[in-house]
């Protein structure tokens, strides 16, 4: 009798997560921080933005910095596939093939949800890996496979500094979008490819 008494008073388990609109969510919250910094950001305006419960992203992440957490981490999820990068048989026409559009504002983006980010970054190591890693890493990961190519083709010394030069056009759009509140345009980054990352890297000019 006890036992179908303990039984009977064991709790059911409750009715699973739904998860299929943490996309939706999460590109919301992205939007939110880019626009309002992470202390102006609330789950509310989250909720508000992806037009979803505020009871439904209470249950799915109990704070902001979880919240934000994901979301960074989301961003990783929207890198390019090395399957498809151009390969034009320079370092220059591989860099060129890179300034499209969809590219570009996938880029500003990431800087301003980094900016929003700047904040909590030296007070929560997980996120500043995050975001490392979502921001930085991406672009310095396409820009290092470019270089590599490049001196496989004997384009440039084979002593090039790969790492260091793979930052080099990313650190230029951060200060561009970060510190002068511009765009990134395709004319600024032809001029950075030809006047600061191909001298760089040690490519000769050629007529």
């Keep these: 009798m006890m036992r179908v008494e303990q039984a009977e008073a064991k709790p059911r388990p409750g009715r699973k997560r739904d998860h299929t609109r943490d996309p939706e969510i999460l590109d919301a919250a992205l939007d939110v921080l880019a626009e309002t910094g992470y202390e102006g950001m609330t789950i ?34 929207r890198d390019l596939d090395h399957a498809t990068l151009p390969d034009t048989g ?31 970054i030296a007070r929560s190591p997980e996120l500043a890996a995050a975001a490392h890693e979502a921001v930085v890493e991406p672009r310095a990961a396409v820009n290092r496979i470019f270089l590599r190519r490049a001196i496989d083709r004997g384009e440039i010394p084979p002593d090039a500094d790969v790492e260091k030069l793979s930052l ?3 650190a230029l759009m951060a200060y561009r979008v970060l510190m002068l509140g511009k765009p990134v345009e395709p004319e600024f980054l032809l001029w950075a490819i030809d006047h600061v990352v191909l001298p760089a890297a040690g490519v000769r000019p050629t007529t």
């Excluded at 109990?62 to 981490?73: F, I, M, N, P, Q």
């Excluded at 026409?93 to 980094?114: C, F, T």
């Design 44 to 77: 509310d305006m989250v909720a508000t933005r992806a037009r979803a419960g505020k009871a439904t992203l209470y249950r799915r992440w109990s704070s902001k910095s979880e919240l934000v957490l994901d979301a960074v981490g989301w961003l990783k999820s």
């Design 90 to 120: 320079t370092l220059r026409g591989d860099l060129v093939a890179m300034i499209k559009a969809p590219n570009l504002r996938e880029s500003e983006r990431k800087l301003k949800v980094m900016a929003g980010i700047v904040s909590m």
């Design 168 to 170: 080099v056009a990313p």
